[in-house]
């Protein structure tokens, strides 16, 4: 796993767990919203 892969991995990863907002992940990983949320 690329260090891309990993790092797209724990940003949702604490999307799903309520840590972090979807709009949050969104902005970290440079995609949209609704690229995050059918990863969740």
Not at 3 to 23: C, D, F, H, N, P
């Amino acid at each position: 796993m690329t260090q891309e892969q990993l790092k797209k991995y724990q940003v949702i990863s604490m999307a799903a767990e309520g840590r972090i907002t979807i709009r949050e992940a969104a902005e970290s990983l440079g995609l949209s919203e609704r690229q995050i949320k059918p990863q969740l």
